[in-house]
């Protein structure tokens, strides 16, 4: 037993120092971390083999408001890292993020040592990472080349990861290094003032890490170099000279500060950094080592102070025997001997001297005595307060026991209400009670058991009146405190059942009168008429302690019989549980008898319901299939092919058969999941059935104004909806094929009919016919007015280029508005002579009738007119806009080739429209082609004078080859050939997608071929001009806008 409290004596007062010194090493105040402190951590690192301890304590420091606090446990967890425990690293791993956290905090803050802490988080989270992953290196980098051999392996893809990891490592070492440095020289501070060691010391442990990462570097570069080409670790070179350029700085500035001095011996780096390329420079690479003096610092037994230690120790410092004379002498110099140089004074100082050091040497033997009585009193104290604990735990326990015990009597009773659990309530009570007096004998044997242990403290409390014979005052104390506690651990104890609340209090009301006697012992030569005065009082606290004692034990005693009450009351109450059971089950017979009859009577309904809705769906399919069947037999009735039918409504009908399958669909799968239900799939066949006649007739009647292969398709596809529509109503109406009744084969068919619904749709118009001829006035007049803006818009682009620009760019400027000039002028006289040519198609074809009647009669001619006259505007148009951002030097020479271009074609297709319907020999049609050629001539004068002024103005490079090598010329040669195949890629991309273009274009603009001819008075173009190199392009098509591009047909509309 004593050897037990001995040990926890000692592991509570190795906690109570740990946590006393991580308190006094981690504080606010701008100072450096005391070594005394962060080894005493460190030692309890390895007492306890972890930081489990110190974390516990750190994490209820307020780091985010106090950046010193944070700076300084930064350090410590460094210290921890280095020196501790090796599973402090594991330790330190689990609160990764709170350190990340800690650093973003700090590092989004402009505070001087917030930046410090940023930086020292972000170093330590990389050492804790490198750590982890190589765990063979151990956290004080202190390992040998055999261990960073085996670490680094044989693959040299491993090698080059652990050496940019070690880079890494060593560029946050310097980081903060150069930080603090920076720090102080900007802050003029003294490396001997608290201010500027508090930001140094951490750096101590920077300069072990960095030596050792110098090592490591060096050592990895040398492996690589002998494996890899020189040109690929160029990097890590030009990476290795800045960090040994940097690390040799810090290394010199440091090695000149007084603080370093006297704690650390810097090594020094060699002047120039190894060389990697010569394998023997490895052997004159010297390890650096980095030595710490071995400083007997002191131990101050009392370390409940936190002020600075002084740097000097001024206690034991002697008087040197020559300092003496030394003032006479300056004294005498001053103001003579006296008494012809003797003085009685001397014989008394000389006396005062002796009677001093006598009581300097008895005040040391008081001091020392003092202090092992004190020392001894804190052993008892401290053993005394593991006892205290113990019995803590002991009455904590029994409390809980106690509660348990009265939450279970309760639970029993609320059980014993419950009818349906009458067995399982009376058994578990009964379980209970019996457990309920066990733990009370438990609870009696505890009792027991605190007796012995009472006495046993009453002998250790005589033993340690012994020990103490010397000082009689200090001997009462102790034994007063001593009964104290064994008396107040005794109520504890025996006040388990009644009074919690009061024995928190009257713990905490102990905790403060023993805080009051250990400072009572330490004043125990300075207080002992006091300590007389406390000495009665404890003796009538012990006979009040006796007195609550013998009120406990009474209440034990009816706490047994309340428990005997209890039990016997249980009993009474299974008798009359046992028969409610009885007649609960009798009931339960009885109520079952009439469930089983209910159920039958309910299957045999459902039965009949099940039945009554299968006959309404066969009902309800059987009329479907008569509509159906109706409506097939109309495509064979003789009197049916006169009916006609849109294909538009045709469409309208499709789609409305579509959405009536899907509800269909839907009706069925929620039938077969509830056969109770058919309302649903009624509604739906009902409408499907209908629809589906609708279509299968107007199918029918659209294929009669149909082309011959639309309507053969069309009538095939109407007979084969009736027959899947006629097999799906039939799998619906038995029970065996209900199951894989599907109606996707009619979605299939009814969605054929919808597509050439919707291909026999007319290509409609938006303008009505009796419009045409005024639109084709007005487009041939906004055409010329387009032309006359795009030729005031170059003069005026001419003028400003002239104003702007000078030599060869002006000189290529003019050359392409001239050009751009001649093409408008031209495009202005095709569009007159084509306006005449028109005039005279219409008064030689139109008869008796107006003219308004001839354009309607001949809308696609006209149509086609229009569109051909508003290409040509468009394209003159976008020709002034690519003029001008050409002269302006935002756009591209290739967008106004291509604008020459499309104004030809666009032409073009003016003058094929026109002489579609024109006298061959017409003079007008003469005149219409020879401006459509210089047209032609104009648009490739522009083309040419852009191509020109593009070669004038590029500059093209010399290639001068002569200075590369043969690897530099063929590396430059394979960079030209991927370019190549990169272009020639990209060209035939572009050209799928510009053929793609061209045909969606066809296609939204153009018209079957077939329909050309008919009620237009169109003839074949063979008949009416075979010498046409290019084809007309009338369309049909909305009109857009004068300034936007025209929609135009595609080019084999007429042969």
């Known amino acids: 037993m004593s050897k037990h409290i001995d040990t926890l004596l000692k592991g509570k007062k190795g906690e109570d120092d740990k946590l006393s010194s991580i308190s006094k090493a981690i504080n606010s105040n701008e100072a450096p971390v005391k070594e005394k402190h962060a080894r005493r951590i460190i030692l309890g690192t390895h007492r306890e083999k972890g930081a489990f301890t110190f974390w516990s304590y750190a994490l209820g420091l307020p780091l985010s408001s106090n950046s010193i606090l944070s700076w300084k446990f930064c350090h410590v ?37 917030g930046q410090l802490v940023a930086l020292y988080a972000k170093l330590l989270c990389t050492k804790m990472e490198f750590h982890v992953k190589h765990s063979e290196i151990r956290a004080n980098l202190e390992v040998t080349d055999e261990v960073l051999e085996r670490v680094a392996g044989t693959d040299i893809n491993n090698v080059f990861q652990l050496t940019v990891e070690v880079f890494d490592y060593l ?86 500060m007084m603080y370093f001095k006297r704690l650390i011996q810097i090594p020094k780096l060699p002047e120039s950094p190894p060389n990697f390329l010569h394998a023997a420079s490895l052997a004159k690479h010297a390890r650096p080592v980095v030595v710490i003096p071995d400083e007997d610092e002191p131990e101050q037994v009392d ?40 003085d009685d004074r001397d014989i008394q100082i000389e006396n005062l001297k002796r009677d001093l050091e006598l009581l300097r040497t008895d005040l040391e033997r008081v001091k020392g005595e003092a202090q ?144 009051e006697k250990k400072a009572e012992v330490e004043r125990v030569k300075g207080t002992l008429q006091s300590n007389e005065k406390v000495g009665e009082q404890q003796t009538r606290s012990m006979s009040a302690l006796q007195a609550e004692k013998e009120r406990l034990m009474h209440s034990v005693s009816e706490k047994e ?142 294929a009669h104004m149909a082309p011959t292969d639309h309507a053969d398709r069309l009538t095939e596809n109407c007979r084969g909806c009736a027959t899947q529509s006629l097999q799906f109503l039939k799998d619906l109406k038995s029970k065996a094929s209900l199951q894989r009744a599907d109606p996707a084969s009619i979605r299939i068919v009814v969605q054929k009919i919808l597509r050439l619904g919707e291909e026999l749709r007319p290509k409609g118009v938006d303008v009505r016919q009796d419009e045409l001829g005024d639109l084709v006035d007005k487009e041939m007049a906004a055409t010329s007015a387009a032309i006359e803006e795009a030729v005031r818009r170059i003069d005026e682009m001419m003028n400003q280029a002239r104003k702007d620009t000078s030599g ?20 202005h006289l095709l569009v007159l002579t084509s306006t005449d040519l028109q005039k005279e198609i219409v008064e030689g074809g139109r008869g008796a009738a107006t003219i308004k009647e001839f354009y309607a009669r001949n809308s696609r001619w006209t149509e086609g007119l229009i569109s051909a006259s508003k290409a040509v505007g468009w394209g003159a148009t976008q020709m002034v806009e690519s003029a001008d951002k050409v002269v302006l030097h935002t756009g591209k020479y290739e967008e106004l080739i291509v604008c020459s271009h499309e104004i030809a074609a666009s032409t073009a297709q003016l003058v094929a429209s026109s002489k579609v319907k024109a006298d061959r020999n017409s ?133």
């Not at 400027?813 to 000039?821: D, P």
């Not at 001649?822 to 495009?827: E, F």
């Not at 003469?926 to 191509?947: D, F, G, H, I, P």
């Open 808 to 827: 060869v760019k002006l000189e290529v400027n003019e050359r392409i508005l001239y050009s751009c000039t001649d093409l408008m002028k031209a495009i």
């Open 77 to 113: 967890v460094h210290k921890v890292l280095r020196d501790g425990h090796h599973n402090s690293l594991q330790d330190c791993m689990r609160h990764h993020s709170n350190i990340v956290e800690t650093g973003q905090l700090w590092g989004n803050l402009h505070d001087r040592y």
């Open 561 to 702: 019989a309340a428990l005997s009450a209890l039990r016997h009351a249980a009993q009474l109450q299974q008798s009359s549980l046992q028969q409610e059971r009885e007649r609960s089950t009798r009931e339960l017979g009885e109520l079952q008898g009439r469930l089983q009859e209910k159920s039958s009577c309910e299957e045999q309904l459902q039965q009949k319901l099940l039945e009554e809705q299968f006959s309404l769906l066969q009902g309800t399919v059987s009329e479907a299939e008569s509509i159906i069947q109706d409506a097939v037999a109309k495509l064979d009735d003789p009197l049916h092919i006169r009916c006609t039918s849109s294909p538009d409504y045709l469409v309208s009908r499709a789609a409305a058969t579509l959405g009536s399958i899907d509800k269909v669909k839907r009706g069925h799968s929620d039938y077969l999941t509830n056969m109770g239900d058919v309302g649903g799939l009624l509604r739906a066949l009902t409408q499907f059935s209908h629809l589906a006649a609708d279509t299968i007739i107007n199918g029918s009647a659209t």
């Open 171 to 256: 560029d946050t070492e310097l980081r903060l290094a150069e930080t603090v440095i920076r720090q102080l020289n900007t802050s003029i501070a003294i490396s001997t003032l608290t201010s500027g060691q508090c930001r140094l010391s951490p750096l101590i442990q920077v300069i072990q890490d960095c030596s050792h990462l110098y090592h490591f570097t060096v050592k990895l570069l040398f492996k690589l170099h002998a494996c890899l080409p020189a040109d690929t670790l160029q990097g890590h070179r030009d990476r290795f000279h800045d960090q040994f350029h940097s690390l040799k700085t810090f290394f010199n500035k440091a090695r000149d």
């Open 303 to 342: 370390d409940d102070d936190d002020d600075p230690e002084p740097l000097i120790n001024v206690s034991d410092v002697t008087v040197p025997s020559m300092a003496v004379p030394q003032q006479f002498d300056i004294f005498d110099q001053t103001f003579g001997p006296a008494n012809g140089g003797f």
């Open 372 to 515: 092992r009585y004190i020392t001894q009193l804190k052993s008892q104290i401290n053993s005394l307060e593991a006892e205290l604990e113990e019995q803590r735990v002991q009455k904590q326990r029994a409390l809980v026991e106690n509660e348990q015990l009265r939450m279970e009597l309760e639970a029993t009773r609320r059980r014993n209400a419950e009818h349906e659990s009458v067995q399982a309530t009376f058994g578990e009570a009964e379980t209970r009670a019996q457990a309920t007096e066990q733990r009370y004998n438990k609870l009696k044997e505890k009792h027991t058991e605190l007796v012995s242990s009472h006495a046993e403290l009453l002998r250790k409390s005589a033993d340690t009146v012994k020990m103490l014979s010397a000082t009689q005052q200090t001997q009462e104390e102790v034994e007063r405190t001593k009964q104290q506690l064994a008396f107040e651990v005794d109520r504890i104890k025996q006040d388990a059942d009644m009074k919690l609340e009061e024995q928190k209090f009257e713990m905490e009301k102990l905790k403060r009168e023993f805080e």
């Open 923 to 1055: 003079t007008k049609l003469t005149a219409l082609q020879q401006a459509s050629r210089r047209v032609n001539e104009m648009a490739a004068n522009v083309v040419a004078s852009t191509k020109t002024g593009q070669e004038n103005l590029e500059d093209k490079d010399t290639m001068d080859f002569s200075g590369m090598s043969l690897i530099k010329l063929k590396m430059e040669e394979m960079e030209s050939q991927v370019k190549v195949l990169e272009l020639e890629n990209q060209l035939g991309n572009e050209r799928l997608r510009l053929g793609e273009l061209r045909k969606k274009h066809y296609d939204i603009a153009g018209v079957p071929a077939a329909g050309l001819s008919e009620g237009n008075g169109l003839a074949p173009s063979s008949a009416s001009e075979p010498s046409s190199p290019k084809p007309s392009k009338p369309s049909i098509m909305r009109k857009p806008a004068l300034a936007q591009k025209p929609n135009l047909p595609p080019k084999n509309m007429f042969r």
